[in-house]
């Protein structure tokens, strides 16, 4: 019986700094698809190192450039990885084992978060941060929403786990952090501002004053980020003010 041919998906934009030790660590994979979104510094130039199949343009948002490349892996099952992202030898063995057997569906894969080089496995979740995803899926089992970030995804089949972790290198440091949050709320809050304009229903401001607590609830004491320490207070803090951050960008920056 031949063995399932796997594809590996990078999504890249500027990523010249990470790009080549993530391709490095993909080359067991039958193919390799790089999707170049507005990229002006060397990240093409690397990535054409490791593979032919590269793929250039302009998607403003996230959902429509990862169905690209979805749309453009030849692989009966497709591993997608971000560039600040690590697949370890283990899971490369696991991967293999798994997809020889495994049925039409999708394979939730556990990550290790680091910020700078402390691990920090728990607390991830409320958007942001992910502490498990379905990132290998069968072709045609996975399509992205229309979301500019964090888009909803549509998932057909079965659904199992992997054991091996994936290395996720997510924040330099608190600042790092910081950043990412406002870069998220932004763009949230032009999802929330297209919905408002459509007449859905965005909540109120007191609704979204509530989730800080919700939020905080979930990551810190749910997703147990009490175990991280300090670390679980922050990550939570920032889930907490995902939402009214969003909120209150959407509502006040009308023209943003």
Known sequence: MTAPKLSALVVAHNESAQIADCLERLRFADEIVVVLDRCTDTTREIAARFTTKLIEGAWPLEGERRNTGLDACSGDWILEVDADERVPSEMVREIRDVISTAKFGHILVPFDNYVGTRLVRYGWGGYFGVMMAPRLCAKGAKRWGAQRVHPALELKGEQRFLKSR???????????????????????????????????????????????????????????????????????????????????????????
């Open 166 to 256: 994936m290395i996720h290198y997510v924040d330099k440091n608190i600042s790092d952090m910081i950043h990412r949050l406002d870069r998220y709320t932004t763009s949230n809050a032009a999802d929330l501002r297209a919905l408002r304009k459509e007449g859905k229903d965005i909540g109120s401001y007191g609704h979204n004053i509530r989730r800080i607590f919700s939020r905080f609830y979930k990551c810190y004491v749910g997703r147990k980020g009490y175990r991280e320490g300090r670390y679980g207070f922050l990550i939570a803090l920032m889930a907490g003010l995902y939402p009214i951050l969003s909120y209150l960008k959407a509502d006040l920056e009308r023209d943003g």
